[in-house]
């Protein structure tokens, strides 16, 4: 059973990026699945969320640039990320969950999760 979220780099300021989260052994479309990330010195927080039945929450300061997106005949899960800025520096992960998230707050607590990808790290900077 394993995450593996591929896809991060270097991007400059006001540009975009796409994160991938490839599961094996599993079939992510059971699963709710979220996108976290921790930067330098920081917490590890949760941005965004897919239900299975495809409803998304987002973190307020990623809404309207980021979309979280999930593709079950490919087993992936996307994260399409315009418009970033240096804040958004940081090690991205993605977690799946079997549970059902009803809230832009519930989904956040990443000992919720069952499973965890390895990390991909985006660096904004010109």
């Known amino acids: 059973v394993q995450l593996q979220a591929s896809g991060g780099g270097l991007v400059q300021p006001g540009g975009s990026l796409g994160l991938s989260c490839a599961a094996s052994?599993?079939?992510?479309?059971?699963?709710?699945i979220a996108w976290f990330r921790q930067a330098p010195g920081k917490e590890r927080e949760g941005i965004a969320c897919i239900n299975t039945d495809g409803s998304i929450y987002y973190k307020d300061s990623v809404r309207g640039r980021f979309a979280i997106s999930r593709d079950n005949a490919k087993n992936t899960v996307y994260l399409q990320m315009n418009s970033l800025k240096p804040e958004d520096t940081a090690v991205y992960y993605c977690?799946?969950?079997?549970?059902?998230?009803?809230?832009?707050?519930?989904?956040?607590?990443?000992?919720?999760?069952?499973?965890w990808g390895q990390g991909t790290l985006v660096t904004v900077s010109s």
């Open positions: 977690a799946a969950s079997d549970k059902y998230y009803n809230s832009n707050h519930y989904y956040r607590d990443g000992s919720l999760y069952d499973y």
């Open positions: 052994g599993f079939t992510l479309e059971y699963y709710a």
